[in-house]
Structure formats: C-alpha cells, structure tokens
C-alpha cells in the first residue's frame, strides 16, 4: 500500500510546492514510483511540473472531487500525468476553488479526497500532497487522506506561533477523524546561516519545538537556483543535481527514509 504524505503548512510561501516537487523527484530518481497531487488552486505545483496552460485542463482534481460531491462516483478515471520516469501528477487548476465551495456542504465531507484517492493508492510507492495554504476543509481532506503529515516552515518568528495552530488542527484530526496520522516532523526551509539573527531563530525554535515535534536535521538554504528551477518548469533535482539546494533535498529525502525505517 501506497504511503500518502501531505505537506502542508498554512502560512503562505513558506516552500510547500517546492518540497513536494523536489522531494517526490529525488524518491523517483531512487526507483520509487511517485504521485504528486496538487490540492491548491493556485496551481503552483501543476506549473512547476511544466504544465503552463493548467486552466484550459479538463481533467483535474477538482473534476474527480466535483463527481463524487454530487453522484457519489467513485469510478471515474484519475487525470494522471507523467512529469518524468517515475513521478506522475494529478493536477490543479482554479476550478478548485469552487470544488472548495461545495466540499463543505458534502456528505462525509472530510473523506471526499480520502475516497478519490482509495483506488489508486497501491499503484505508487509514496502519494505526496501539495496542500494550499489554509486550514479549511481542504487541509482537513488531505489529512484524512494522509499517512503522514510533513510540515515545512521557515526560520522566521511568525512560523513560530504558525506551528502552533496547525499542530492543533493536525491534533483534533488524529483525535477524531484519522487515528492512524502521525507527524512525520517539520523541515526548515530558506535557511541563511550566513547572518547571526537567522542561527539564533533557529536555535531558539530547535530548542522550543524539539520536545513536541521531531524537526529534520537536514535544512533547505535560501537560494536563487530554486526560482531558476521553477522558471524552467522543471524539478531542482533534474535541473541542477550540483546545486546546493538540490543536494539538500537530496539528503532531506535520505534522512526521510532513515526515519521510516526506525
Ligand atoms: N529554499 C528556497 N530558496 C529560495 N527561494 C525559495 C526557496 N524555497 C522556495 N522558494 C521560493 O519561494 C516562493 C514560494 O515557494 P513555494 O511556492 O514552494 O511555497 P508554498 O508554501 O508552496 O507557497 P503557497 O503557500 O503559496 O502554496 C517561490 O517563488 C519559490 O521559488
Ligand atoms: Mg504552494
């Protein structure tokens, strides 16, 4: 059985798109089969895996979403697209927006996304969310959805506070909708050691997280490369395999898969 992995966080722009992408390129490039599935309407990540003209897509997981709200159809094939070997994408596009709409009048409507994903879940090795920045109704699917939540934030005071909200609404799902959820931990995003206020934050953060959330060793530096790579609709691991971002998404994805094994 697949594992399916949301990555989420609902403070904006932290790197939520960016880590889905390249972590779920770097687990194809080891052999594994990937499915990233973009659950936000600005479809970042729909982009990033080099589809420009995302809104002219018919299928997209909003179609899948609409079919079961309204006919409780659960046969409808899954607009699946290859990005490279390995690694396919369910896409989005701003027809989501309105899908949001109707989820929260839904019958059993956290378990919508839940049930869209129940038939392709053996097909893939690791099935990663890339979560919109909210905790709506959206974020709650995805979490009933998941195995395992991973959150990325950045070293900045606000994410601070951020974590707290969302460790609570992750709480309240383990509590009572998905029981078997657990919190893969948070990875820090746009790291600059170079400048002393930036070591503190992230000393001060290690040491009043650590306790309550396990937080990776492995950090993602700030760096232009990322933009460059997302410009190029092509993942960072292909892009610049050298770059020192690509080399820690790298690493991030081993220390992951270290994680599981314990
Ligand atoms: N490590 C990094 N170094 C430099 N720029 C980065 C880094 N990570 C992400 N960015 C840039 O920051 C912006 C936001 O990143 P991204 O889209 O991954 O965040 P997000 O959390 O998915 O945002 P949203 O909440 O809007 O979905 C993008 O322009 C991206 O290229
Ligand atoms: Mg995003």
Known sequence: MGKVIAICNHKGGVGKTTTTLNMAAQMAT??????????????????????EDFEKLDATIAGVLDDLIQEG???????????QECLELI???????????ELIKAIAREWVLHTALEPIRNQYDYILIDCAPSLGID??????????VLIVTNPARFSERGTHQLL?????????????LTIAGSLFN?????????????ALMRENWGTELHLFDTEIPNSIRIDESQAMGVPLIMYQPESKPAKAYQEFVREYLQGEER
Do not use: H, S, W
């Open 30 to 51: 080891m052999g594994k089969r990937v499915l990233v599935l973009d659950f936000d309407g600005q479809a970042n990540l729909t982009l990033a895996c080099g589809i």
């Open 73 to 83: 159809e659960t046969e409808r094939p899954m607009p699946i697209y290859q990005v």
């Open 91 to 101: 896409p989005a596009n701003t027809a989501l927006a309105a899908t949001n709409q």
């Open 139 to 148: 974020l709650l699917n995805a979490l009933v959805a998941a195995d395992e």
């Open 190 to 202: 746009r790291v600059d050691r170079r400048t002393r206020l930036a070591r503190d934050i992230m």
């Open 168 to 180: 609570r609404t992750i709480k309240m799902v383990q509590k009572l909708l998905n029981k078997e």
